[in-house]
């Protein structure tokens, strides 16, 4: 089987209230790590995994995101009589590595809104979602890793991760027997449960392998108390038709939507970069 996935949706339009107020006037997928802004490691993420086609949620006022991956001419030209070539081969590989559309999200009205606005724009029956503020370090690529489940399984597939007890109160926890090494079937899912009822420590994390049907399926949730379409209501309304699978990731995943995770993130690929690894190393030896 050849890639199941025609497109990736990029849900972009939060306010990134946890990180303010950095991002009182600027997108938070902007925000750098090191030398790229944060949404660029997922769209190199879904590239890497062999999918060409992006489709960026924004909200109408954010013009910045879609630019980012835009040519800009002015620029180049800038750059090129200048003689800086390997930053101007940066730009416009950044303008060349996918094919990016737009669409807004005009209230920011729950994750399973943002995904039903793509549904005109998605290419084939199985789509990707990759949350940017997820920011996954790993060979192969946490998407590829869901698309190798995928072609076993034939249907929609969450991304898991292995969270402490602690922690299970703040994520959507899945229920689920193992087929294989990475490989759960789901049979439920439950958001943020207390420790003494949650069902395992497979937390759902920032990616999702779904097909076209999760849209009836959010259509007929309809909005929740807090006036939201929930991604995470959808798919237990698909759990009730057709099976739904999870991967457990083999990676490192870093929450950049709040100020500690945005840190190790930055600090982690900083320290993968072998010009600053030696710098930060000694800056840490001269400041411990």
């Known amino acids: ?87 101007l081969d940066a730009v416009r590989n950044l303008s060349n590595m996918a094919d990016i559309c737009t669409v807004h999200q005009k209230q920011p009205l729950g994750l399973g809104h943002a995904i039903l606005a793509t549904k005109e724009l998605v290419r084939t029956d199985a789509f990707g979602v990759v949350l940017p503020d997820d920011v996954i370090d790993a060979n192969p690529p946490a998407l590829q890793q869901m698309i190798d489940v995928f072609k076993e399984v034939n249907g929609p597939v969450l991304l898991v991760e292995k969270v402490a007890p602690e922690a299970v109160d703040r994520y959507g926890i899945v229920d689920a027997t ?25 937390a759902i994390v920032g990616r999702y392998i779904l097909t076209s049907d999760i849209f009836s399926a959010l259509e007929r949730t309809g909005t929740g108390a807090a006036g939201e379409i929930q991604l995470t209501d ?55």
Request: proline fraction near 10%; aromatic fraction near 6%.
């Open 234 to 288: 959808g798919i237990r309304n698909l759990l009730e038709e057709r099976p739904i699978y999870a991967c457990l990731i083999d990676g490192t995943r870093h929450d950049v939507g709040n100020r500690v995770g945005y840190l190790e993130a930055s600090l982690h690929f900083a320290l993968k970069d072998p010009e600053l690894e030696p710098v930060l190393r000694n800056f840490f030896r001269m400041h411990t």
């Open 178 to 202: 193992p087929l294989g090494k990475n490989t759960f079937q789901v049979h439920n899912l439950v958001e943020k449960p207390p420790l003494k009822t949650a069902p395992s420590n497979l």
């Open 1 to 87: 089987m050849s890639n199941p996935l025609g497109s990736v949706v990029f849900p972009a339009a939060g306010l990134g209230t946890r990180i303010l107020p950095a991002t009182k006037a600027f997108p938070k997928e902007l925000l750098p790590l090191v030398d790229r802004p944060i949404i660029q490691y997922g769209v190199e993420e879904a590239v890497h995994s062999g999918v060409k086609h992006m489709v960026l949620v924004t909200s109408p006022d954010n013009h910045m995101t879609p630019a980012h991956f835009s040519p800009n001419r002015n620029l180049e030209a800038f750059l090129e009589q200048r003689k800086k070539l390997d930053a």
